[in-house]
């Protein structure tokens, strides 16, 4: 029977799907800064100290205390699925002192807020766990702001990965237009403005 669990718990962390939040530590791993730093992916978005910016599918928070401590007049606002994620995310920003959030819990295909609200929206890995990419996209396009940016960032390997192709081509249909994208070739940060 515990064999039966453990496969089952690494089917979870390596298979399709939302990333389950009890495995949510190894997200956090200091080896992820070799592939992504958070200071990387905030100078490919290229956020002002002042942007309202939207973290769809915050997870355990990697990136957010990077961000939240870049917008110095700003505000960050957490979003995930999983009420178990938002709640280590919050601990790690409470514990760097920073209060520049908002935490909400939802569908990333109905978005909870209003139209043009965000200057930015940024997914890592995260658009395939979705359920449905282009309705997240239309929703990500729907919040964000005219001229905003929705930043993208895949990396081959992860059993939701989107290719490049396939989310330029979604990202039109959601009136997005690509404004730069950034390698390796193991993966990619894809930014996009709203028409």
């Given at each position: ?22 495995h949510?530590?190894?997200?956090l ?58 709640a280590?995310?919050?601990r ?24 043009n609200l ?9 658009l395939?766990?979705?359920?449905d ?17 929705l ?23 959601a009136g ?20």
């Amino acid at each position: 029977m515990l064999r039966e669990d453990k496969h089952s718990a690494w089917s979870r962390v390596t298979g399709k799907g939302v990333y389950p939040v009890e495995h949510a530590w190894m997200l956090l791993l200091p080896l992820r800064r070799l592939i992504c730093p958070p200071s990387l992916l905030i100078r490919r978005m290229g956020l002002a100290r002042s942007d309202q910016v939207l973290e769809i599918g915050s997870g355990p928070g990697y990136f957010s205390p990077a961000v939240a401590r870049r917008l110095t007049h700003g505000r960050l606002t957490l979003f995930d699925s999983q009420p178990g994620m938002l709640a280590i995310a919050e601990r790690r920003l409470k514990r760097r002192r920073l209060s520049n959030y908002d935490i909400r819990q939802g569908d990333a295909k109905a978005l909870p807020f209003a139209e043009n609200l965000f200057d930015a929206a940024f997914l890592v890995t995260v658009l395939g766990e979705t359920g449905d990419a282009q309705a997240s996209l239309h929703e990500a396009a729907r919040v964000l702001k005219p001229g905003g940016l929705l930043s993208v960032t895949e990396i081959k390997g992860d059993p939701d990965f989107v290719p490049l192709d396939a989310l330029a081509i979604l990202a039109e249909k959601a009136g997005l237009t690509v404004a730069r994208s950034f390698g390796p070739r193991f993966y990619y940060t894809a930014n996009f403005r709203k028409d």
